[in-house]
């Protein structure tokens, strides 16, 4: 009996301890990005920031998160738009050749990207984004709006509806003034308080961040 | 509220407040007795039961203490007997050892003591003595010569006969000498072979000597625990408590290495089991790098109860030697792959950290292609960590003894600590059965002072009374007296 409490004691110490040194890090929700890519007109010259933005959430995300970066053109309901998509693997080094490849995938669409898009469908953008995010089923979900948030459809498209957001932080990215906010600077208000309020009331966080240094901001570890 | 009380018998809250206290000091000394009952009894009360609480707990701290003894004590037995065991086999292993060889040295000994003797009696053989006839010569040789040279010549041929003699007597006196000589220096070795043959003898019975000694120290610590001595509770206490925190440290010191064993196979076991998957709120791939070291960490539990050294499992000691011996090797196999499964882990760290460090370089240079970095003296740090994957398993087998250490230590570590909080908690009761008591009293006195003016009047009529019927005592004694 003496021995059985000894070899008890023995094994809950030892099992102890290390449990007690492996459990300092708590479970990590998987996290789902979408990016969406203003293409039209000016705003493409942007486009190097995004790049930044991408390598960061690239260097960033870990096994099991899903990320993907789509343009926002004069429709951008449609899966075409999507320049690169991938669900990172579970072992570490094939996440690593995913993201190289990812890599690889937004720098060549970068290089051929001339021209922009003559429309600018931004609610199109995050409905799809939307949808992508909430099929990955991850904790943590995001969208973020590289654009200066100016919408522009084509005749006939319609997107003045409600868009469902539930539970997704949208962050709108290097919201840059436009010529017209210039002379009347509310302009640009109103539109950062319209796409607010349109996602709030979808059931989604808000956040602005333009100031592309403080990327650490963006996501959480 | 208290306004109104205050001007319930005067618009004045002076007159109304000294009236409340008039019937407030009226009630209270109308109740004096049953207040003072109640103040004693409630802190007597409190007193008895705190004293009887007490008194549970010092039965309790005498019986944990006692308990505690014992098992010192049964302790103290146990190692004391087998300190003892072990010198007697060390004994043992002397008298095998060296004592076996004594016949030898005993004949080598008596050896060289029969060629000495016989070295010394051929020595001592008597040198030859001059003829028997030399003294009539040598007389005759020294008459005084008349003169006749016939005399003159027979007595110089005597006198030549005898020195010649003389000579030859010499001769061989010397060569006697001469061959003693030798033989005595011929027993120089024999001697040295003999004085060091007693050199080793006298140091095997010191060594004996040495061990006997131990063994009476050992037996009278024995006698002391036998005999239950203050002096021997208390060495075997410190003992404890030294063991103890020795043994605690040597823990931490093994725990920390755990957790460097931990750090360097966690992130490779991601490539195995996966990075993302949890167990409750556990990584399966640190699960996995857990249960790795844990099976490491029983390995060598078992290579050092198959060794006899530890002995926490008494089902592997009282194994058959062969089947110990059995299990000895397959736990030390098994150990050894499992080191080799961790030194391989730990290359496999370096690689994908490698392996990282290129993708964050390629993603921090935009439009840069990723590609390894080729670092000078990378090696170094890949060897590094194979070579402690290797030696940490081997490592943290040796916890096996601290842990015994540890276990036996703890029980009488926790007994004092128990006899010590059992020890405070008595004092503490009795302090504050003692506080109540006291406060009892003091609340009787504070009372007392709040009716002190009724009291005052009180025992004013009262000696009034007592002089009054003194006075009448007195007037009847003169009475009688008067009358007798």
Redesign the interface.
């Known amino acids: 009996m003496k021995q059985l409490i000894k070899c008890v004691i023995a094994i809950s110490f030892v099992l102890g301890v290390l449990l007690l040194s492996a459990c300092g890090e708590g479970k990590r929700e998987n996290r789902a990005v979408y990016l969406l890519l203003d293409t039209s007109g000016t705003y493409t010259e942007e486009l190097q920031k995004a790049q930044v933005i991408i390598n960061y959430l690239l260097a960033t995300l870990d096994s099991g998160d899903s990320i993907a970066v789509a343009r926002i053109d004069s429709g951008s309901f449609s899966e075409k738009d999507i320049i690169a998509k991938a669900t990172f693997d579970l072992r570490p080094s094939t996440a690593n050749d995913q993201k190289r490849l990812f890599k690889q995938q937004i720098d060549n669409f970068v290089a051929q990207v001339k021209f922009g898009s003559r429309n600018t469908d931004i609610t199109g953008g995050v409905v799809q984004a939307s949808d992508f995010v909430n099929e990955t089923q991850a904790g943590e979900k995001y969208v973020f709006i590289f654009s200066d948030l100016e919408e522009d459809l084509p005749k006939g498209h319609i997107r003045n509806f409600p868009i469902d957001v539930h539970g997704i932080n949208v962050v709108a990215l290097n919201v840059t003034k436009l010529r017209s906010d210039n002379v009347d600077p509310r302009d640009y208000k109103h539109r950062l308080l319209a796409w607010q309020q349109r996602v709030e009331k979808g059931g989604g966080i808000w956040r602005v961040l333009n100031d592309l240094e403080r990327l650490d901001r963006l996501i959480s570890y | 509220m208290a306004n109104e009380l205050l001007q319930v018998w005067s618009d004045s809250p002076a007159t109304s407040l000294v009236i409340w206290a008039v019937i407030a000091i009226i009630i209270l000394y109308l109740g004096r007795k049953q207040a003072h009952q109640l103040f004693w009894t409630s802190g007597y009360s409190i007193y008895s039961t705190l004293r009887v609480w007490a008194f549970g707990v010092s039965k309790l701290e005498k019986r944990l203490t006692q308990r505690n003894h014992e098992v010192l004590l049964a302790n103290g037995e146990k190692a004391a007997e087998k300190a003892i065991e072990r010198e007697f086999t060390r004994i043992n292993n002397i008298v095998k050892r060296d004592l076996s060889g004594y016949p030898s040295l005993h004949r080598q000994i008596s050896e060289s003591i029969e060629n000495i003797e016989s070295d010394y009696q051929k020595s001592t053989q008597v040198a030859p003595l001059p003829p028997a006839w030399g003294n009539v010569v040598e007389t005759i040789a020294s008459l005084p010569s008349s003169g006749d040279p016939t005399v003159v010549k027979i007595l110089t041929n005597i006198k030549k006969a005898v020195d010649e003699s003389h000579a030859q007597t010499l001769k061989a006196f010397k060569k006697s000498a001469a061959e003693s000589h030798r033989l005595l220096s011929a027993m120089q070795p024999h001697w040295r072979n003999i004085d060091s043959k007693l050199n080793q003898v006298d140091e095997k019975i010191n060594g004996l000597d040495q061990c006997s000694k131990n063994i009476d120290q050992q037996i009278a610590d024995y006698a002391e625990i036998l005999h239950k001595k203050d002096s021997a509770l208390s060495a075997l206490g410190s003992s404890a408590l030294t063991q103890f925190f020795i043994s605690g440290l040597v823990?931490i010191i093994a725990?920390l290495g755990?957790?460097i064993n931990?750090q360097l196979i966690?992130?490779p076991m991601?490539?195995m089991v996966?990075?993302?998957?949890?167990i409750?709120?556990?990584?399966t791939s640190?699960?996995a790098?857990?249960v790795i070291?844990?099976i490491e960490?029983a390995m060598g539990?078992f290579l050092f109860e198959s060794l006899r050294i530890t002995g926490?499992?008494?089902i592997i000691g009282t194994m058959e030697d062969r089947m110990r011996r059995r299990m000895m090797v397959v736990t030390f196999i098994l150990l050894t792959i499992l080191a080799t499964i961790e030194a391989s882990l730990a290359y496999m760290r370096d690689l994908?950290a490698l392996?990282?460090e290129a993708?964050?370089q390629?993603?921090?240079n935009?439009?840069a292609a990723?590609g390894i970095v080729e670092a000078q003296f990378r090696w170094i740090p890949s060897i590094g960590q194979m070579i402690m994957g290797f030696i940490l398993p081997f490592a943290l087998a040796f916890?096996a003894i601290p842990?015994?250490s540890?276990?036996?230590s703890?029980r009488v570590v926790l007994g004092l600590v128990a006899i010590g909080l059992l020890r405070t908690l008595r004092l503490v009761l009795r302090m504050v059965g003692g506080f109540f008591k006291h406060l009892s009293k003091m609340m009787i006195y504070l009372f007392d002072i709040f009716i002190m003016l009724p009291l005052s009047i009180e025992q004013l009529v009262k000696s009034r009374q007592s002089d009054k019927s003194k006075s009448e005592q007195q007037k009847e004694n003169v009475s009688v007296q008067k009358l007798g």
């Open positions: 823990l725990v755990g957790l931990f966690a992130m991601s490539e996966g990075g993302s998957s949890y409750g709120s556990m990584k640190d699960i790098a857990l070291i844990l960490i539990l926490l499992f008494p994908l392996d990282r993708l964050q390629s993603l921090v935009v439009g990723g916890i842990l015994e540890f276990i036996h703890l």
